[in-house]
């Protein structure tokens, strides 16, 4: 490791970042096949271009889910205020917390008691939402995380010991294989108490070209996205990737539900990370770089009752093409 890296203060939050970053991409780049973690796809320009993927028109699960959480508001409010007692509403991958917004609203005209702790792994997105959201929506209580999910959570739960109420939208689950997204759901439950509640986005199987089209944008902007991981770890790491040479490649398999990114190499080529770690690529060689899986209701209640949840209600948009399913811990 070069020794930028290798003698790193790692109390200093933002260098202990670029050294897990940097072990990461060196640990997936030698893996065979190879990999890059899709939590990297999120600096400044990726969420830049990921709030314009959401505005594509072949990207629908965005539009989806906004018309479950504006359409349905009320019945969602209603179902998370329970008893009425207050409540930690925790949202895991807030992004620009578009959707919540319609539910933060609504809470505060029935005056709940609540606080609102958005966590992501991006710094912009929580300076983002602790600067704007307090002004355009006046009394909200808000605290945001800035990290890996479960670490805030555990943060989350030493900050206050009231109900926990966690979102967990936008079909996040579905950006790990099946059996990783039932570990997830596991791992989530250890880290809250009966009676705590999760509400879970869920995108559903479909028309595969619907699905497809979605991951395969006419203007490209999936295809950025992509690339952009490349252009970070040339930016942050030191590195000479060409992106010219890489070419995106989306699949959607209708049977198990898995639609899945890759970076495939166009040329044999070399790429040096921080001046020091060579990675070779042969011609056709790929990335892969992410998957977003699909389900059924079924399987959306089957993981529930498998991870120590009770499925307690869904709700769906008019085309039924994506559900937002509340679970109670058991």
Not at 44 to 52: P, V
Not at 196 to 211: F, N, Q, R
Not at 247 to 258: L, M, N, V
Request: with cysteine; net charge negative; hydrophobic share 40%.
């Amino acid at each position: 490791m070069d020794s930028t890296l290798a003698h790193t203060d790692l109390n200093d939050p933002s260098k202990t970042k670029t050294v897990l970053f940097y072990n990461d991409v060196i640990t997936g780049l030698k893996s065979t096949p190879k990999r890059l973690n899709s939590k990297y796809f999120y600096d400044a320009n990726g969420d830049k271009l990921f709030q314009e993927l959401m505005n594509s028109p072949e990207y629908y699960p965005t539009d989806c889910e906004l018309e479950i959480f504006s359409e349905k508001t009320a019945e969602i409010a209603d179902a998370l205020i329970a008893d009425g007692d207050a409540f930690d509403l925790i949202e895991l991958g807030a992004g620009d917390a578009t959707k919540s917004t319609y539910l933060l609203k609504y809470l505060l005209e029935k005056k709940a008691d609540f606080t609102y702790l958005p966590i992501d792994i991006s710094e912009n997105v929580i300076a983002y939402l602790n600067m704007t959201l307090p002004v355009t929506l006046p009394g909200l209580q808000i605290t945001g995380l800035n990290g890996e999910y479960f670490h805030m959570l555990t943060k989350a739960a030493s900050i206050s010991s009231r109900r926990k109420v966690v979102l967990f939208l936008g079909s996040n689950i579905g950006n790990m294989p099946i059996n990783d997204a039932i570990e997830f759901c596991r791992e989530l439950r250890k880290h809250l108490s009966p009676g705590d509640m999760a509400l879970i986005g869920m995108d559903l199987k479909k028309d595969p070209k619907v699905v497809l089209a979605a991951y395969n944008d006419k203007e490209g902007i999936t295809k950025r996205f992509n690339l952009n991981l490349l252009e970070r770890i040339n930016r942050e790491l030191n590195s000479n990737f060409d992106v010219s040479k890489f070419e995106h490649y989306p699949t959607y398999d209708p049977e198990t539900g898995a639609c899945k990114s890759y970076l495939i190499s166009t040329a044999d080529q070399r790429v040096t990370i921080n001046g020091k770690e060579t990675i070779a690529f042969l011609k056709d060689e790929y990335i892969y770089m992410e998957i977003s899986q699909k389900f059924t209701i079924m399987q959306a209640d089957q993981i529930a009752i498998n991870t120590g949840f009770v499925p307690v209600g869904q709700f769906f948009d008019t085309k039924k093409w994506f559900i937002d399913a509340i679970w109670v811990a058991a």
